[in-house]
């Protein structure tokens, strides 16, 4: 594995899994969820490619994704705390709504 694939998380090495692929990694599945994400929205006619806004939003969806993955195996991983604050924002505008 070179250099180049692996991106430096708090918790250890995260490759790149579209160059170095291993279907049991939760960065891996992520991004398969992802995929199938961006599958569907395009049978609706939304496209990242060329939306930047959308592309970095779908970045966004990515990390949370993992984060929720990750949250068991690593509860101090930052992301996890970013869904709790979420969550709660959700909810707190759901209640005001209602």
Do not use: W
């Not at 599945?29 to 569907?40: S, W």
């Not at 990390?63 to 979420?86: G, K, Q, S, T």
């Amino acid at each position: 594995m070179s250099k180049d694939n692996i991106i430096q998380f708090p918790y250890g090495e995260i490759r790149n899994p579209i160059l170095d692929p291993n279907p049991n990694d939760k960065m891996d599945i992520a991004g398969e969820c992802v995929q199938e994400i961006l599958m569907t929205l395009s049978e609706y006619g939304y496209c990242a490619k060329d939306d930047k806004v959308f592309h970095k939003d779908m970045g966004c969806l990515l990390n949370m994704i993992y984060a929720m993955l990750a949250r068991n195996d690593h509860p101090d991983y930052p992301f996890v705390e970013i869904l709790d604050v979420i969550h709660e924002m959700i909810m707190e505008t759901k209640n005001d709504h209602n």
